[in-house]
């Protein structure tokens, strides 16, 4: 640490006897270490050696001065050689030196000194150390310490900026992964490195710190202490090392800050990628479902219904909408960041935007499409009202008074009162209509307008008829009689809520509001001008109407179970309230009611409607349609397990739910009864109709319409009966269609039974209920329930079942033509069944041979 006169350096060779010993290599290596401490300023001055060989012999000072000389690596100022103080050597050195001079061959001067106040003379004594008589401050294992600290903290930094560059290649060539999971993994694994990398950092730069302090630490104690040149040396050296490890982490930190934003852009990225194309996607279903509400109603209560339903979808729809622009606000403040990849999300926002936009447009437009739907169905519906007033007026009109002058002028001026109401009431120009409705108009729809403009006009054309001939009856005077019209039947609507508002079926033929049968009340009169004819005619079109009507009611009710049950069965928001083992069995509860509805609403009552004016002619309505009143027999097909499903989950809290919302007095299963209940109305009109048609044009197909309906009746009684079999444990559809089912007398006789018991089934019927079916037919015992309505029905217990594969029979039993005889594997088990008419016993064994027969052929 001493220094010379000029600031060179001085190095100090200590007294060592072992000095020869250490080997050559390790001895330059010293050499070249020490000559590179010192700064190159100072090193390119040159170094002053002090060589101490006060206790050691001359050959070995010469020695030692030569080796130093070959070796010494840098500059050599000035060599000071403190000579063996015995007074023989010192007299060998001196005449030795003086005379060997040569052999040294160094380019300085080397001095030979007796004493340390000689060598004080060329180097101050405080750069010299204590065993030299100096006063610099010096301790050898300290020196050794703090160079290797500083070494291996130089070492530190060097290591630390080269992981800290390698660490920063790998980042600068890591490619972004596309999706969120790689991304949000590998933004986590760089930020763990980095984490580990500051740590590291710190911890250099407290080892930085602690060397730094313990080479300031004799000032800091002692403000008055002077550091030598090689401890300024270290301290210029640590606080460089430090200022370098700084600059490196201010550096990597800049570059991390950066490499953080970009990996977190594409985490913000790769997250809006997915919600894009999950919001997407649920942005493609909502329009898709948005598209099927293509229907424009085919009635108020229907549009009403889809408007509802339309309502409620854009409620749900609201949430994924929402979605889809915050999402894309999301985006547009990516754009207004700089996002790196800004062209890949300006057209993702775009397209959210016009989606979201174009919903939106599309559910208005939708909105308004129905809005005019529902005010044209207004004005449908007015007219039809109306219609409906005007040919009640006219039918309530009485004859007799009538016939007077007075009468008929106030006939005529209800008449034309009533006409006055039509203008808020009745379609005035068809073709205004089409024009401001053309873009609702479906072919369903516009054939809709035009019956009910037809029906207007007819109407209207019997206004005319009536105005004409009052107004002639108004003109002259006649004789007085005393004719007999019947009074109106007052009407009633069944509205869509609960079978026991207005909804109970009303027994055959119309009725007035005091009860009493039109057909009595006309008759019941003497002394009528008004001919048979007429009669029959006002009588006719009560029946066509209450037709009408309770047609139009039952569609309302079946419309009511669809939305009201049935497709709150799929409302995910009911989902909660289905029981598991209720899931997806909408179509056994219910059957095929759907297809009866559509059959109903855009058929059958639209045809009803087209022979309002000639009601003797609804048979052929009946005809026309015939075949499609075949589902009825599929619907009762279905209803055993429609009943059984029933029994099981009748106390459901969706059933209960449902039933609170529409407001019903009565549970499901009541209305699970109306088509039944319907099928059977229709034979009741039908006979009433054909009763007052008999000498009328269509007599002939009422009848042919009665026949028909007849059968398929039967055929859903048949199934009705089906329904309360309990006790059996297999399934009855797999019994193919039931045939035949009725009451019988039966006697059995078993080969293999006691003959006590044998004896005793021989005398002593038992009341059997049969199910003939095409595989099998089944016995029953009737039990009568208690109750009302359908609970009133009768039950039949399951008993025992024959397979029609080993069934035979007899079809005559001697002296009883109402008996015949089922055996069972060769007449093994001997059935005798008596039948209550011999007519229905016929019937049973020609079916059962039908059976028999297909059996047969089937095994040919």
């Known amino acids: 640490g001493g220094r010379g006169g000029d600031g060179c350096p001085v190095i100090t060779f200590p007294d060592y006897p072992a000095f020869s010993e250490i080997p050559e290599k390790e001895f330059q290596n010293v050499l070249t270490y020490l000559t590179s401490i010192p700064s190159l300023r100072d090193a390119g001055i040159g170094f002053i050696l002090v060589i101490d060989r006060r206790q050691d012999k001359w050959t070995s000072v010469k020695a030692s001065i030569?080796?130093?000389?070959?070796?010494?690596?840098?500059?050599?100022?000035?060599?000071?050689?403190?000579?063996?103080?015995?007074?023989?050597?010192?007299?060998?050195?001196?005449?030795?030196?003086?005379?060997?001079?040569?052999?040294?061959?160094?380019?300085?001067?080397?001095?030979?000194?007796?004493?340390?106040?000689?060598?004080?003379?060329?180097?101050?004594?405080?750069?010299?150390?204590?065993?030299?008589?100096?006063?610099?401050?010096?301790?050898?294992?300290?020196?050794?310490?703090?160079?290797?600290?500083?070494?291996?903290?130089?070492?530190?930094?060097?290591?630390?900026?080269?992981?800290?560059?390698?660490?920063?290649?790998?980042?600068?060539?890591?490619?972004?992964?596309?999706?969120?999971?790689?991304?949000?993994?590998?933004?986590?694994?760089?930020?763990?490195?980095?984490?580990?990398?500051?740590?590291?950092?710190?911890?250099?730069?407290?080892?930085?710190?602690?060397?730094?302090?313990?080479?300031?630490?004799?000032?800091?104690?002692?403000?008055?202490?002077?550091?030598?040149?090689?401890?300024?040396?270290?301290?210029?050296?640590?606080?460089?090392?430090?200022?370098?490890?700084?600059?490196?982490?201010?550096?990597?930190?800049?570059?991390?800050?950066?490499?953080?934003?970009?990996?977190?852009?594409?985490?913000?990225?790769?997250?809006?990628?997915?919600?894009?194309?999950?919001?997407?996607?649920?942005?493609?279903?909502?329009?898709?479902?948005?598209?099927?509400?293509?229907d424009v109603g085919n009635s108020r209560s229907h549009v009403e219904h889809i408007l509802k339903d339309l309502a409620n979808f854009e409620e749900k729809s609201c949430e994924t909408v929402a979605k889809a622009?915050?999402?894309?606000?999301?985006?547009?403040?990516?754009?207004?960041?700089?996002?790196?990849?800004?062209?890949?999300?300006?057209?993702?926002?775009?397209?959210?935007?016009?989606?979201?936009?174009?919903?939106?447009?599309?559910?208005?437009?939708?909105?308004?499409?129905?809005?005019?739907?529902?005010?044209?169905?207004?004005?449908?519906?007015?007219?039809?009202?109306?219609?409906?007033?005007?040919?009640?007026?006219?039918?309530?009109?009485?004859?007799?008074?009538?016939?007077?002058?007075?009468?008929?002028?106030?006939?005529?001026?209800?008449?034309?009162?009533?006409?006055?109401?039509?203008?808020?009431?009745?379609?005035?120009?068809?073709?205004?209509?089409?024009?401001?409705?053309?873009?609702?108009?479906?072919?369903?729809?516009?054939?809709?307008?035009?019956?009910?403009?037809?029906?207007?006009?007819?109407?209207?054309?019997?206004?005319?008829?009536?105005?004409?001939?009052?107004?002639?009856?108004?003109?002259?005077?006649?004789?007085?009689?005393?004719?007999?019209?019947?009074?109106?039947?007052?009407?009633?609507?069944?509205?869509?809520?609960?079978?026991?508002?207005?909804?109970?079926?009303?027994?055959?033929?119309?009725?007035?509001?005091?009860?009493?049968?039109?057909?009595?009340?006309?008759?019941?009169?003497?002394?009528?001008?008004m001919d048979d004819e007429e009669n029959l005619a006002v009588l006719r079109q009560h029946v066509i109407n209450e037709l009408i009507e309770t047609e139009r009611a039952y569609v309302e009710e079946l419309l009511c179970v669809l939305e009201g049950y049935a497709a709150e069965m799929d409302n995910p928001l009911m989902a909660h309230l289905i029981s598991p083992e209720l899931q997806n069995k909408k179509d056994i509860l219910f059957g095929n009611m759907e297809e009866i509805y559509h059959f109903h609403n855009r058929i059958f009552l639209r045809e009803l409607e087209n022979y309002v004016e000639y009601p003797e002619l609804v048979g052929r309505c009946f005809l026309d349609q015939m075949e499609d009143f075949q589902i009825y027999e599929k619907y009762c097909q279905n209803k055993p397990r429609s009943e059984s499903l029933w029994r099981q989950f009748s106390d459901s809290v969706f059933f209960q739910e449902c039933q609170r919302k529409l407001d019903h007095k009565l549970s499901l299963d009541s209305y699970l009864l109306k088509p039944v209940q319907r099928i059977t109305k229709y034979q009741l009109l039908l006979k009433e109709m054909l009763k007052y048609s008999k000498n009328c044009e269509g007599a002939e197909d009422l009848q042919e319409a009665l026949t028909s309906i007849l059968g398929i009746l039967k055929a859903v009684n048949d199934s009705m009966h089906q329904i309360a079999i309990t006790g059996y444990d297999g399934n009855l559809n797999e019994l193919g269609k039931l045939l035949m089912q009725g009451s019988f007398n039966v006697w059995t006789d078993h080969k293999k039974g006691h003959a006590k018991v044998k004896d005793l089934a021989r005398f002593k019927p038992m009341q059997r209920h049969l199910f003939l079916h095409e595989k099998a037919v089944l016995f029953c015992k009737k039990r009568e329930e208690n109750g009302e309505g359908y609970e009133k029905a009768p039950s039949y217990s399951y008993k025992h079942s024959l397979n029609m594969a080993a069934v035979g029979i007899t079809e005559n039993v001697k002296g009883d033509a109402k008996k015949f005889e089922i055996w069972y594997n060769a007449r093994e088990e001997v059935y005798i069944i008596q039948a209550p008419t011999p007519e229905v016993k016929t019937t049973w064994v020609n079916e059962i041979r039908k059976v028999l027969t297909s059996q047969l052929q089937a095994c040919r």
């Open 66 to 294: 030569l080796r130093i000389a070959a070796s010494f690596p840098g500059n050599l100022q000035l060599v000071l050689v403190l000579r063996p103080t015995g007074f023989f050597h010192r007299a060998l050195s001196d005449i030795a030196f003086k005379f060997g001079k040569d052999e040294f061959k160094m380019k300085v001067p080397i001095i030979m000194l007796g004493s340390v106040s000689e060598l004080q003379g060329y180097i101050d004594k405080t750069q010299l150390t204590e065993d030299l008589g100096g006063t610099l401050d010096y301790c050898h294992n300290r020196w050794l310490s703090r160079r290797t600290a500083i070494e291996g903290f130089a070492q530190k930094v060097k290591q630390t900026a080269q992981i800290l560059q390698s660490f920063g290649t790998e980042l600068a060539e890591t490619e972004l992964p596309n999706d969120v999971q790689s991304t949000s993994s590998l933004l986590a694994t760089h930020t763990e490195k980095k984490d580990k990398m500051k740590e590291d950092i710190r911890v250099a730069v407290e080892q930085g710190d602690d060397i730094l302090g313990s080479i300031t630490k004799p000032v800091t104690e002692n403000p008055e202490y002077k550091l030598n040149q090689d401890q300024l040396d270290n301290q210029t050296t640590v606080e460089r090392l430090l200022a370098q490890l700084h600059e490196t982490e201010t550096a990597f930190d800049e570059f991390w800050i950066k490499h953080q934003q970009k990996l977190e852009q594409c985490l913000r990225l790769r997250n809006f990628e997915q919600n894009f194309r999950e919001v997407k996607a649920a942005l493609d279903i909502v329009s898709e479902r948005l598209s099927a509400f293509t």
């Open 325 to 529: 622009r915050l999402l894309a606000s999301e985006g547009d403040a990516f754009i207004q960041s700089n996002h790196y990849a800004v062209d890949s999300i300006i057209p993702k926002c775009t397209e959210l935007h016009h989606l979201c936009d174009a919903f939106t447009t599309e559910t208005e437009r939708r909105r308004n499409h129905l809005n005019k739907s529902l005010e044209l169905h207004d004005l449908l519906e007015k007219s039809m009202k109306w219609c409906d007033e005007g040919i009640y007026l006219l039918a309530s009109q009485p004859v007799d008074k009538c016939q007077s002058q007075d009468g008929a002028e106030s006939a005529l001026q209800e008449i034309e009162k009533f006409l006055d109401t039509g203008a808020g009431n009745k379609i005035k120009e068809l073709n205004k209509i089409y024009r401001e409705y053309a873009h609702i108009l479906n072919e369903d729809l516009k054939d809709h307008v035009q019956k009910v403009f037809q029906k207007q006009e007819s109407m209207e054309e019997m206004f005319q008829k009536r105005q004409i001939s009052l107004k002639k009856l108004a003109a002259k005077q006649t004789r007085p009689v005393q004719p007999v019209a019947p009074r109106p039947e007052a009407f009633v609507k069944s509205p869509c809520t609960s079978p026991a508002k207005g909804n109970a079926w009303r027994k055959a033929g119309p009725h007035d509001q005091d009860g009493q049968h039109l057909e009595n009340r006309v008759s019941s009169r003497g002394g009528s001008t």
